[in-house]
């Protein structure tokens, strides 16, 4: 079992940076698939970046690639997400997840332990 706790969303200026964190409970968060979903008002969850077990692998969806970027520190059992170049369709609830497993994974279906969310609004 891990439970997952994000922070760091706020309201920031289009153009500006957040750095999203979240904190995993448990002694394996070495053996989990990290993921980043966000979900605006209206639509559905969708994808957002992946990190391997280890931290050697990532992945992104086209609509953040080259200004967000996921990374991990499995000593402080933390995953985060840097956005940088903040745009307003970037608005939403950002949302945690966890599997176990070694391969990135980008499916909602393949993640097994989800965070709360954190708000998210970039607006002027």
């Known amino acids: 079992q891990v439970q997952l706790v994000e922070s760091g969303g706020g309201l920031v200026l289009p153009g500006g940076s957040l750095r999203l964190s979240c904190a995993a409970s448990?002694?394996?968060?070495?053996?989990?698939?990290m993921g980043w979903f966000r979900q605006a008002p209206g639509k559905e969850r969708e994808f957002v970046a992946t990190i391997a077990w280890s931290g050697g692998r990532t992945y992104y969806a086209d609509s953040v690639k080259g200004r967000f970027t996921i990374s991990r520190d499995n000593a402080k059992n933390t995953v985060y997400l840097e956005m940088n170049s903040l745009k307003p369709e970037d608005t939403a609830v950002y949302y945690c997840a966890a599997t176990l497993g070694i391969t990135i994974r980008t499916t909602r279906n393949d993640y097994s332990y989800w965070g709360q969310g954190t708000q998210v609004t970039v607006s002027s």
């Open positions: 448990g002694r394996t968060f070495s053996s989990y698939v």
